[in-house]
Protein backbone atom coordinates (compact mmCIF):
# COMPACT_ATOMS: atom_id res chain seq x y z
CA UNK A 1 0.00 0.00 0.00
CA UNK A 2 1.48 3.16 -1.33
CA UNK A 3 0.78 6.78 0.13
CA UNK A 4 0.52 9.58 -2.42
CA UNK A 5 2.27 13.17 -1.09
CA UNK A 6 1.65 16.43 -2.12
CA UNK A 7 4.46 18.13 -3.55
CA UNK A 8 6.95 20.25 -1.31
CA UNK A 9 8.39 23.51 -1.97
CA UNK A 10 11.95 23.92 -2.06
CA UNK A 11 12.02 27.43 -1.78
CA UNK A 12 14.35 28.46 1.01
CA UNK A 13 14.08 32.24 2.19
CA UNK A 14 18.21 32.77 3.60
CA UNK A 15 16.35 35.05 6.53
CA UNK A 16 14.17 32.50 8.31
CA UNK A 17 15.86 30.20 10.60
CA UNK A 18 16.17 26.19 9.89
CA UNK A 19 14.34 24.54 12.34
CA UNK A 20 17.60 22.48 12.69
CA UNK A 21 19.56 25.93 13.30
CA UNK A 22 16.55 26.68 16.23
CA UNK A 23 17.03 22.89 17.73
CA UNK A 24 20.82 23.79 17.93
CA UNK A 25 19.90 27.17 19.25
CA UNK A 26 17.49 25.75 22.05
CA UNK A 27 20.07 22.84 22.89
CA UNK A 28 23.15 25.26 23.72
CA UNK A 29 20.55 27.28 25.99
CA UNK A 30 19.64 23.99 27.81
CA UNK A 31 23.34 23.12 28.28
CA UNK A 32 24.15 26.32 29.17
CA UNK A 33 21.50 25.93 31.93
CA UNK A 34 22.41 22.61 32.74
CA UNK A 35 25.95 23.88 32.96
CA UNK A 36 24.91 27.11 35.67
CA UNK A 37 22.69 24.26 37.82
CA UNK A 38 26.29 22.20 38.12
CA UNK A 39 28.05 24.88 39.18
CA UNK A 40 25.13 25.93 41.86
CA UNK A 41 25.32 22.47 43.26
CA UNK A 42 29.11 22.47 43.35
CA UNK A 43 29.14 25.44 45.07
CA UNK A 44 26.45 24.47 47.91
CA UNK A 45 27.92 20.84 48.06
CA UNK A 46 30.44 19.93 51.00
CA UNK A 47 32.89 17.62 50.83
CA UNK A 48 31.21 14.82 52.54
CA UNK A 49 28.35 14.98 49.93
CA UNK A 50 30.31 13.62 46.64
CA UNK A 51 27.30 12.66 44.20
CA UNK A 52 26.19 12.71 40.65
CA UNK A 53 26.04 16.13 39.77
CA UNK A 54 29.36 16.87 41.32
CA UNK A 55 31.27 13.98 39.10
CA UNK A 56 29.62 15.46 36.09
CA UNK A 57 30.99 18.89 37.07
CA UNK A 58 34.59 17.70 37.50
CA UNK A 59 34.32 15.74 34.04
CA UNK A 60 33.49 19.31 32.48
CA UNK A 61 36.30 20.82 34.02
CA UNK A 62 38.51 17.70 32.85
CA UNK A 63 37.19 18.53 29.44
CA UNK A 64 38.43 22.55 29.89
CA UNK A 65 41.50 20.90 30.66
CA UNK A 66 42.05 18.73 27.86
CA UNK A 67 41.12 21.55 25.38
CA UNK A 68 43.51 24.14 27.34
CA UNK A 69 46.46 21.83 27.36
CA UNK A 70 45.80 20.59 23.52
CA UNK A 71 45.24 24.32 22.55
CA UNK A 72 48.35 25.35 23.89
CA UNK A 73 50.39 22.56 22.60
CA UNK A 74 49.24 23.45 18.92
CA UNK A 75 49.71 27.04 19.54
CA UNK A 76 53.46 26.31 20.24
CA UNK A 77 54.11 24.58 16.75
CA UNK A 78 52.26 27.44 15.04
CA UNK A 79 54.77 30.11 16.34
CA UNK A 80 58.02 30.21 17.44
CA UNK A 81 59.75 28.06 19.75
CA UNK A 82 59.81 30.18 23.70
CA UNK A 83 57.21 32.80 22.31
CA UNK A 84 54.43 31.54 24.65
CA UNK A 85 56.72 29.69 27.40
CA UNK A 86 54.78 29.25 30.60
CA UNK A 87 56.53 26.31 32.23
CA UNK A 88 54.77 26.49 35.52
CA UNK A 89 51.12 26.56 34.40
CA UNK A 90 51.74 23.96 31.23
CA UNK A 91 52.81 21.72 34.73
CA UNK A 92 50.07 22.82 36.98
CA UNK A 93 46.88 22.05 34.24
CA UNK A 94 48.96 18.78 33.89
CA UNK A 95 49.02 17.68 37.29
CA UNK A 96 45.38 18.84 37.87
CA UNK A 97 44.10 16.83 34.94
CA UNK A 98 46.23 13.67 36.29
CA UNK A 99 44.09 14.52 39.73
CA UNK A 100 40.96 13.89 37.78
CA UNK A 101 42.06 10.85 35.95
CA UNK A 102 43.69 9.52 39.19
CA UNK A 103 46.99 9.19 36.94
CA UNK A 104 50.35 9.77 38.59
CA UNK A 105 52.96 11.83 37.18
CA UNK A 106 56.63 11.52 37.31
CA UNK A 107 59.37 14.16 37.28
CA UNK A 108 60.24 13.13 33.97
CA UNK A 109 56.35 13.24 32.33
CA UNK A 110 56.47 16.79 34.06
CA UNK A 111 59.50 18.12 32.69
CA UNK A 112 58.18 16.75 28.77
CA UNK A 113 54.88 18.11 29.92
CA UNK A 114 56.49 21.56 30.46
CA UNK A 115 57.99 21.81 26.53
CA UNK A 116 60.88 23.65 27.84
CA UNK A 117 64.36 21.88 28.11
CA UNK A 118 64.35 19.60 31.30
CA UNK A 119 66.78 21.82 33.11
CA UNK A 120 64.02 24.80 32.88
CA UNK A 121 61.59 22.31 33.86
CA UNK A 122 63.20 21.06 36.92
CA UNK A 123 63.94 25.00 38.03
CA UNK A 124 60.19 25.48 37.87
CA UNK A 125 59.56 21.93 40.14
CA UNK A 126 61.61 23.33 42.38
CA UNK A 127 59.85 26.94 42.86
CA UNK A 128 56.19 25.37 42.89
CA UNK A 129 57.70 23.07 45.72
CA UNK A 130 59.12 26.12 47.32
CA UNK A 131 55.87 28.41 46.89
CA UNK A 132 53.90 24.94 48.07
CA UNK A 133 51.94 24.58 44.92
CA UNK A 134 53.12 20.74 44.24
CA UNK A 135 54.42 17.61 46.05
CA UNK A 136 56.86 15.57 45.31
CA UNK A 137 56.93 11.97 47.04
CA UNK A 138 59.57 8.89 46.31
CA UNK A 139 58.11 5.75 44.50
CA UNK A 140 58.01 2.68 46.78
CA UNK A 141 59.18 0.70 44.06
CA UNK A 142 61.58 2.71 42.39
CA UNK A 143 63.79 4.21 44.52
CA UNK A 144 65.27 6.14 41.56
CA UNK A 145 61.97 7.86 40.24
CA UNK A 146 59.53 10.53 42.11
CA UNK A 147 56.10 11.80 41.67
CA UNK A 148 54.63 14.75 41.49
CA UNK A 149 51.01 15.99 43.07
CA UNK A 150 49.30 19.00 43.08
CA UNK A 151 48.11 20.45 46.18
CA UNK A 152 44.52 20.65 47.00
CA UNK A 153 44.53 24.54 47.47
CA UNK A 154 46.21 24.47 43.63
CA UNK A 155 43.68 22.18 42.23
CA UNK A 156 40.82 24.41 43.93
CA UNK A 157 42.30 27.20 42.25
CA UNK A 158 42.23 25.54 39.15
CA UNK A 159 39.18 24.42 39.15
CA UNK A 160 37.71 27.61 40.35
CA UNK A 161 39.05 29.44 37.71
CA UNK A 162 37.90 27.07 35.12
CA UNK A 163 34.64 27.17 36.46
CA UNK A 164 34.96 31.09 36.05
CA UNK A 165 34.10 29.86 31.74
CA UNK A 166 31.42 28.05 32.73
CA UNK A 167 29.43 30.77 34.43
CA UNK A 168 30.66 33.62 31.40
CA UNK A 169 28.82 30.79 29.05
Not at 39 to 60: A, M, P, R, W, Y
Not at 112 to 124: C, D, E, H, K, Y
Request: with cysteine; proline share 3%.
Amino acid sequence: MFVELAPVSCKVDPFVAFPRQEKISDLKQQMALLARQLLDISENTTSDKIDGEVVCLEQFVRGQLISEIALRKRRNTMFSDGLFAEPAWDMLLDLALARIEKRRISVSSLCIAASVPTTTALRWIKTLLSDGLITREADREDRRRHFVNITDQTYDQIFSLIKVRLQKK
